[in-house]
Nanobody, 115 residues
Framework: QVQLVESGGGLVQPGGSLRLSCVAS????????MGWYRQVSGKQRELVAT???????NYADSVKGRFTISRENAKNSVYLQMNSLKPEDTAVYYC?????????WGKGTLVSISS
């Protein structure tokens, strides 16, 4: 009964910022890795950033130095702070939870970068 709900997407100009949030319900997942992925129509879903329960972070090369992933285990939440946004960041962003070989996904939130 795990459910992930993303929020915070929207339309911003190049160079702007957005903060995405994901809140999980159904069970405690604080010991499992979480992450953010994004997908454009006609393209494969790609990894943006991941974070372990201990706070170890990994980022796609395309977002290093601009995006920051974080989590608050007590709130069952994970966040993605996105700065210096570029048009190529436009995509639907999905929250991911991956406990013990399984994957759970949110329904996504749209991020659109346009002048």
């Amino acid at each position: 009964q795990v459910q992930l709900v993303e929020s915070g997407g929207g339309l911003v100009q190049p160079g702007g910022s957005l903060r995405l949030s994901c809140v999980a319900s159904g069970r405690i997942f604080s010991i499992y890795p979480m992450g953010w992925y994004r997908q454009v129509s006609g393209k494969q879903r790609e990894l943006v950033a991941t974070i372990t329960s201990g706070g170890t972070r990994n980022y796609a090369d395309s977002v290093k130095g601009r995006f920051t992933i974080s989590r608050e285990n007590a709130k069952n939440s994970v966040y993605l702070q996105m700065n210096s946004l570029k048009p190529e960041d436009t995509a639907v962003y999905y929250c991911n939870l991956s406990p013990a070989g399984m994957n759970y996904w949110g329904k996504g939130t749209l991020v659109s970068i346009s002048s």
